[in-house]
């Protein structure tokens, strides 16, 4: 007997990619038109056409002029490796998050609900506290992103018994473990005397995008761009599961606990990566998979690619407002995914309370 293959209830439910094509197209074009914009855009105006005439210079055989060097100075110093950043870390925490909502088969999974975010903030606190992240950028980087990994090792060897890693069991560890890693995070700010450390760990928790420039984007770029690439490679078993579940998808073939394992070390992959440049930027990773499921449908081999898409776009957009609503003084990007963030997770709380009572 021909064993069963995993592409039939694909193609019974899902619609064929390529009609969507269209649509991560347009995205692309959105978010490179953002990316030009976000970068004209500042204390120093720069027209758009020298924007863009700066860009495709930096493209092999191109050779545009006319523009002052105060002007390239600003856009390819100062800006656009921000903008850049802004969009691959916008992007890979969306990426992130529908994969982890598509794993849970829950709406409101987030990287934050099993403990990364604050497994990468005590890892910033340490470096800041002991003194550590003043003597290069990158060690800043490196302890949040040690920690965020961590945490996601130690939630997940809770959590397994027997070589079992049951979901529920997992994230309410990830949930236990992220408070314990806040209570660690808040001792030692309660013991550091210098105001000046206390003030630059605060600045670093509220998340921002400020004094990054290409050697941050050069490291961010590999993990980020690898781990979501890795994550798209998926698409077809998160499809698989959000319609067998994880009984089904075994009773046809799929080998879901190494399928889970490996999804969750790329999404922790993704996001500590995020995490350590940013710090923490709150709520991407929920609403930009649930916006772009309503406008394309649940396939993951769409939503996945076009979460990355819509998460680049958000993040350069909120970016954008950070450092322009009270310039010359900015916000921090945080505040902004924030002010957003709350007001639709309540939303999807009520939703969810009220569909529950029908």
Do not use: C
Not at 322 to 346: K, M
């Amino acid at each position: 007997m021909r064993p069963p293959s995993l592409a039939l209830p694909l193609r019974r439910d899902f619609p064929s990619f390529w009609p969507k094509a269209g649509l991560l197209t347009l995205l692309f074009l959105l978010l490179t038109g953002s990316i030009v914009v976000a970068t004209a855009v500042g204390s120093v105006a720069v027209p758009l056409p020298v924007v863009a005439r700066l860009i495709l210079n930096q493209l092999p055989f191109i050779h545009f002029t006319g523009w002052e060097a105060s002007q390239e100075i600003i856009i390819l110093t100062v800006r656009l490796p921000r903008v850049l950043l802004a969009a691959l870390i916008g992007g890979g925490l969306a990426v992130s998050g529908a994969a982890m909502q598509g794993l849970f088969r829950n709406p409101m999974a987030d990287p934050g609900v099993i403990g990364l975010s604050g497994g990468a903030a005590l890892g910033a606190v340490i470096a800041l506290g002991s003194g550590l992240a003043f003597h290069h950028h990158l060690i800043l980087p490196a302890f949040a992103f040690a920690g965020a990994f961590g945490t996601v090792l130690l939630v997940y060897r809770i959590a397994t018994r027997d070589g079992k890693t049951p979901v529920t069991t997992f994230l309410l560890s990830g949930m236990a473990v992220g408070i314990f890693m806040v209570s660690m995070m808040s001792l030692i700010l309660s013991r550091l005397t210098s105001v000046a450390v206390v003030g630059e760990i605060l600045f670093w928790l509220m998340g921002g995008l400020d004094a990054r420039g290409w050697i941050h984007l050069k490291v961010a770029f590999v993990p980020i761009l690898l781990g979501s690439a890795g994550l798209l490679f998926f698409a077809r078993d998160l499809n698989l599961l959000a319609l067998e579940g994880e009984e089904g998808a075994a009773a046809l073939g799929m080998r879901v606990k190494s399928v889970q394992r490996i999804l969750l070390l790329l999404s922790s992959l993704v996001t500590g990566a995020s995490v350590a440049f940013t710090g923490t930027i709150a709520f991407v990773g929920l609403i930009i998979p649930h916006v772009v499921r309503l406008i394309i449908g649940p396939d993951h081999r769409i939503l996945l690619p076009a979460s990355f898409l819509a998460g680049g776009i958000f993040l350069v957009g909120a970016d954008l407002l950070a450092r322009t609503v009270i310039s010359p003084e900015e916000l921090r990007l945080g505040t902004i995914t924030s002010l957003v963030g709350v007001p639709f997770f309540l939303y999807l709380l009520h939703k969810g309370i009220r569909d529950g009572g029908r």
